[in-house]
């Protein structure tokens, strides 16, 4: 049986891992939104040229 400090424990402990976890996915996402801008830029660029 669990008590309720190693309940609070895991909990805090699973907390810490999901913030951890969208954090990161947040960057991440954030990079990719940022790549896709300058590759779109590049392209109508180079549409813009011929």
């Known amino acids: 049986m669990l ?3 190693e309940l609070q ?4 402990i699973l907390f810490t891992a999901m913030i951890a976890g969208g954090i990161s996915l947040w960057i991440k996402r ?3 939104e940022k790549e896709s801008v300058e ?3 590049l392209k ?3 549409s ?3």
């Open 9 to 12: 424990m895991a909990g805090i």
């Open 30 to 32: 954030k990079k990719l």
């Open 39 to 41: 590759k779109e830029s």
């Open 48 to 50: 813009e040229d011929m």
């Open 3 to 5: 008590y309720s400090i």
């Open 44 to 46: 109508q660029d180079m």
